[in-house]
């Protein structure tokens, strides 16, 4: 039975639950030393009470705003700086509160990637091929395969018995940067020294949310590859989602 693709609505429930805890720390910030406050002058908890409830207010419209933009697929105000808020600082939360509820680390993540794609897309960009790059993980290969195609995908001799050869096609197709990286660390190399305005990545759910965030502000779609037989071994990925996200990208 095939799977079902990642939705975007776990994550976004747990963003408003993230909120709503946030606004009620704020709230306990204002009421636990209102008291104090008043004692001071009788004037100063209410002007604290209007900055808190101020910082409230803009984190519920924060929220509204990404789930406006995640549902309609509009680009709406501030949608890239608040895509940033969520990367750097509620996924971390987000996460502890879904291990909470006992919600696995991965399904979350898989959530914030489709929540991730959406708001990218949102923003309607119009990249040239010359500076989107396509980054693939090395676990695409056969584990076998003697050709090793790391740094220089022109290598693959287009066997098909695995994805390379589909991904490299579709490289040419449209004339895009395309590169295999065995690591974070030879992935930043790579957008170093490529310096594109887009990125679209293949990996597992920890290493997709990983190169998210090490890249920011710079726009990543994120393509979950599927393990039939466990962990970097043998992978696979949908080429049709990346040809599909490609065309968007480009208009």
């Keep these: 039975m095939a799977e079902r693709p990642p939705q975007k609505r776990l994550f976004i429930a747990l963003m408003g639950l993230t909120c709503l805890l946030i606004v009620g720390g704020i709230y306990l910030l204002w009421w ?4 104090g406050l008043a004692n001071i002058h009788p004037s100063l908890p209410r002007v604290v009470g209007i900055v808190l409830g101020g910082l409230s207010l803009l984190a519920l419209l924060g929220t509204a ?5 995640t549902a309609l697929g509009k680009d709406m105000y501030f949608t890239r700086f608040l895509r940033g808020v969520v990367i750097k600082f509620l996924l971390p939360v987000i996460e502890l509160l879904g291990r909470a509820f006992g919600i696995s680390t991965d399904t979350i993540r898989q959530s914030f990637i489709a929540m991730n794609n959406s708001l990218v897309l949102s923003q309607r960009y119009k990249v040239k091929p010359d500076r989107i790059l396509i980054l693939l993980p090395h676990c695409l290969q056969l584990f076998d395969c003697e050709i090793k195609v790391t740094g220089d995908i022109n290598k693959c001799i287009r066997c098909g018995r695995c994805d390379i050869k589909g991904l490299a096609e579709l490289a040419e197709k449209y004339r895009i940067d395309i590169s295999v ?3 974070g660390t030879l992935a930043r190399k790579v957008i170093i ?3 594109p305005k887009l990125v679209v990545a293949v990996a ?3 290493d997709l949310t990983s190169g998210i965030k090490d890249c920011y502000p710079l726009p ?3 393509v979950l590859n599927d393990r039939p037989f466990g962990p970097c071994f043998n992978t696979s990925v949908d080429i049709a989602k990346i040809d599909e996200s490609l065309q968007i990208i480009m208009g």
């Excluded at 705003?65 to 933009?69: D, G, P, R, Y």
């Design 204 to 206: 597992c759910e920890r």
């Design 181 to 183: 990286a065995t690591g």
């Design 65 to 69: 705003v990404l789930v406006l933009t």
């Design 220 to 222: 990543v779609i994120g």
């Design 193 to 195: 020294e490529k310096r």
């Design 32 to 35: 636990v030393p209102t008291t």
